[in-house]
């Protein structure tokens, strides 16, 4: 029952992942379909709405509900792929610095406070107006400016790991610095890394949404919930559903994923089982 929160989540995600996967088959209308003679049309359950576009259409008349399938692609697809990349560099950085200690660690650290305060926008900006705004750039931002939680994590996980007797045996035994680090200490460090993982790729789809509504991301006309909300903001007195159902979209799977984290957070500790 402590977990029922976690696995109704995980059964949202299910469906928006799903969606996402099946984007082709299953959205109504191809999402840059202009047609300007249903520009603005409201959702269906409104008055002038139709049921051919469930959710309304946007300035130029493409199907809103086209367009947030198709988003939700863009999305899932940034977050999963900056985590991984975030997790690959904190992981190995924070493993070397926990176990080498002295100068590895010191090195290290100082490169993570000085990401720590650097501006995530300025970062942004810096690598975008060199490489230019496109999906590979926006992945390669969010997951250099993510690593530094993974290596304080990892780092202090694995100075209390390699002081255990098990370390301690495998060093006596002769085995190498990387068979241990990568055979002995790594395994035991699966738990923190799914929960900092699981609670991250919330985090990334809300900043690909603010780098896109800032008009730092993905350009339209390709869908991206958070292009959808930028453009959907000139809107907003008079036709709402334009940033509404994007916003809506990323508050339900950013939720969806966070609920999921804590319940992994749960069952993954030990502590919680007692």
Same mark, same amino acid.
């Given at each position: ?18 969606? !996402? ?19 603005? %049309? ?18 130029? *008349?493409?199907?809103?509900? %086209? ?22 560099? *904190?992981?190995?950085?924070?493993? %070397? ?21 650097? $501006? ?12 230019? !705004? @496109? ?40 085995? @190498? ?31 690909? @949404? ?9 350009? $339209? ?8 909300? *930028? ?24 939720? !969806? ?18």
């Amino acid at each position: 029952m402590r977990l029922k929160w976690g696995v109704a989540a995980a059964a949202v995600m299910l469906v928006i992942v799903t969606s !996402a996967l099946l984007a082709p088959w299953i959205a109504p209308h191809d999402p840059l379909a202009v047609n300007i003679r249903h520009r603005l %049309a409201p959702p269906a359950w409104m008055e002038g709405g139709e049921l051919r576009h469930l959710l309304g259409t946007d300035q130029i *008349g493409r199907d809103l509900l %086209a367009r947030v399938i198709y988003g939700g692609r863009i999305s899932l697809v940034i977050g999963v792929s900056a985590v991984m990349l975030s997790a690959t560099i *904190g992981v190995l950085l924070g493993l %070397a610095a926990g176990y080498f200690g002295g100068r590895v660690d010191w090195t290290i650290m100082t490169a993570v406070n000085v990401l720590l305060t650097f $501006p995530f926008v300025l970062l942004a900006l810096a690598v975008i107006a060199v490489l230019g !705004a @496109s999906l590979t750039n926006m992945i390669i931002v969010l997951g250099v400016a993510g690593w530094p939680i993974y290596a304080r994590v990892i780092r202090a996980e694995t100075m209390a790991i390699r002081e255990r007797d098990f370390v301690m045996a495998g060093r006596a035994l002769g085995m @190498s610095h990387g068979r241990i680090i990568f055979r002995q200490i790594l395994p035991n460090l699966v738990s923190p890394i799914v929960v900092i993982a699981t609670l991250q790729v919330a985090q990334v789809i809300v900043l690909e @949404s603010f780098l896109s509504f800032l008009g730092l991301g993905i350009q $339209p006309p390709t869908p991206a919930w958070g292009n959808m909300l *930028g453009e959907g903001r000139v809107y907003m007195l008079n036709s709402w559903w334009i940033a509404a159902f994007p916003g809506l979209a990323i508050f339900v799977t950013t939720l !969806a994923i966070n609920l999921m984290g804590n319940a992994l957070r749960d069952w993954l500790d030990p502590h919680m089982k007692l």
